[in-house]
């Protein structure tokens, strides 16, 4: 069961980065996008877009490569479906998570923004208030950060003893913590520039963990910590991939409900009413997903 109450006040918009090449996952991801592989019984891009819905997001820009934007057009048309507002861009190629703001800058146009890559899964109780409450913050930035037992593979935020940021440091040799980075930050409108201002690292790509520095340097970027009870996958392996599909089987098996099911969580956040989902769940009565759907108009 998904949703959660509330519209963003501050018309935020969101972007989903799901380009890349995948290699980590080939040969599977030769002929197809990473982000359009199935995490159980859905492609793996519902996840981070339910996590945009719920935070009241509802203009969202996809971003993928010239390959891979069309297929995600047909998977998700304009996104009106779902009462949402869906826009596509192409990357042209890999330059860094932080050029994601330089690709959509026209779609931003100066507005405050969450970006969320599109191979990230998240899940916990209270979630969607959780991210109400950081869509709700007008300037700075926010980051969420999950224990991890491998930090020296991921970006790495120190804490002071009082829990204020005071370091970031990208897949470091010496972790100075077990916090890991996130693929989920809220920014306010002044990240286009402030990327425009950044050179590109050793990779020669424009680094997400500079964009978060300059923040954390003006003393306005915080921290969500996601603790124990949420659960985070960063899905670039087989091996994760297999993981998140365990996962999401085992947890919607045992409950009984969904996770990043788009048409419950618009049906249930009243951007589409119930003779919308009714017409949404035809197509698909012929499997699983259909009955559920069906069975949250029956038995709500």
């Known amino acids: ?22 290699t980590r996952l080939h040969p599977a991801t030769r002929g197809i996008s990473k982000q359009l592989l199935p995490i159980y019984d859905k ?53 860094g998570v932080a050029q994601a703001y330089l690709v959509g800058e026209e779609f931003l146009s100066g507005s405050p923004s969450m970006l969320a890559l599109g191979d990230n899964v998240f899940f916990g109780q209270g979630f969607p208030e959780v991210l109400q409450a950081s869509c709700a913050l007008e300037y700075g930035a926010t980051i969420f950060a999950h224990c991890v037992d491998d930090p020296e593979r991921y970006g790495i935020v120190e804490f002071d003893d009082v ?27 002044r990240a286009t520039e402030l ?6 690292g050793p990779r020669g790509e424009l680094e997400i963990t500079d964009l978060n520095c300059l923040y954390l340097k003006d003393g306005s970027l915080e921290a969500e910590i996601l603790d124990h009870s ?29 996770i990043a099911c788009p048409e419950e969580v618009a049906w ?9 989902l009714e017409r949404l769940t035809q197509p698909l009565l012929s499997n699983g997903y259909g009955h559920y759907l069906r069975d949250l108009l029956t038995k709500g």
């Not at 990327?195 to 590109?200: A, F, G, I, N």
């Not at 996958?233 to 599909?245: E, I, P």
């Not at 249930?268 to 919308?276: N, W, Y």
Request: hydrophobic share 35%.
């Open 268 to 276: 249930r956040m009243g951007l589409i009413d119930d003779a919308q």
């Open 195 to 200: 990327v425009r201002s950044l050179k590109p």
């Open 43 to 95: 492609p793996m891009i519902y996840y981070p877009l339910c996590v945009l819905m719920q935070a009241g997001v509802h203009e969202i820009l996809v971003i993928s490569t010239p390959r891979d934007t069309p297929r995600f057009e047909e998977l998700l048309r304009d996104g009106s479906e779902w009462g949402l507002n869906i826009q596509y861009a192409v990357q042209p190629s890999p330059g």
């Open 230 to 258: 949420f659960t985070w996958l960063d899905v670039g392996t087989h091996d994760s991939l297999l993981l998140a599909s365990s996962f999401v089987e085992d947890f919607q098996k045992k409950r009984g409900v969904k």
């Open 1 to 22: 069961m998904e949703g959660g109450e509330g519209r963003d006040p501050v018309r935020r918009k969101g972007i989903i980065l799901a380009g890349g090449s995948g």
């Open 163 to 189: 829990g204020k940021v005071i370091g970031i440091e990208e897949k470091p040799n010496q972790p100075r913590s077990h916090y890991a980075v996130t693929g989920l930050y809220f920014y306010d409108g």
